[in-house]
């Protein structure tokens, strides 16, 4: 069993829905999370961090973070069609700069 | 763009070949970690590289190898290549100071016949 399970999609939305994508894990120690955007033949970019539980929204983004249930989400507000990509949940041990482990990557289509 | 930047883009090497992979990050990133990437997988983690000293590494046999240098960039060596080496391999730097998370490079993909 890998320690980060993801949906792998494709989760096909049509323009202007709520993109909701999740994450779970096994290991409890983790303590910071990330949701990374990668596009096709591209490095993945940091979109979300958070410590811990709780929410933290950015713009159109809103992550979630529930220990208890070793949980992460990710909702995407208003989606537009340059968000189709692959979206990967990242967690660490320590610090963010620290060993990052992946989930396997949800792939997103949103059709105009 | 993240300025950390990767060469060569694309590589073909055969099996038992050995490969060099760069990497160049920012003035002022001094940790580094390399990730391979298979196709429709997440990255996985290799090692990671602070002060040219290896600083923690993953599930990698010792025929990856890898070397940072004063000047920012780095090196990931694969020995003995093998079809499965076949990825896109990732370097990931972070700022020394309010250093919250790594920026990525694009990635060079190799492919092993």
């Known amino acids: 069993q890998k320690e980060v399970e993801q949906d792998p999609g494709p989760l096909s939305v049509p323009e202007g829905a709520i993109v909701s994508l999740n994450c779970t894990y096994s290991?409890?120690?983790?303590?910071?999370f990330m949701w990374y955007r990668q596009y096709s033949r591209k490095g993945p970019e940091l979109l979300m961090y958070t410590y811990s539980s709780g929410n933290k929204e950015d713009g159109r983004f809103t992550a979630q973070v529930d220990k208890s249930s070793k949980y992460i989400s990710l909702f995407i507000r208003d989606s537009q069609p340059s968000d189709s990509a692959t979206y990967l949940c990242a967690m660490s041990l320590k610090a963010a700069g620290n060993k990052l482990t992946f989930g396997g990557g949800t792939r997103v289509l949103v059709k105009p | 763009e993240t300025g950390v930047t990767q060469s060569p883009t694309h590589l073909i090497k055969t099996r038992g070949q050995q490969v060099t992979l760069r990497c160049s990050s920012q003035?002022?990133?001094?940790?580094v970690s390399w990730y391979q990437q298979a196709l429709g997988q997440g990255p996985q983690f290799i090692f990671q590289y602070y002060r040219e000293e290896e600083n923690g590494r993953g599930n990698f046999p010792p025929r990856f190898s890898g070397l940072q240098f004063p000047n920012y960039s780095s090196e990931l060596n694969v020995n003995a290549l093998e079809l499965d080496d076949s990825a896109l391999y990732l370097c990931a730097s972070r700022p020394a100071r309010g250093g919250k998370t790594q920026y990525f490079g694009p990635g060079t993909r190799l492919l092993v016949l």
């Open positions: 290991n409890s120690a983790f303590q910071y």
């Open positions: 003035s002022g990133h001094n940790t």
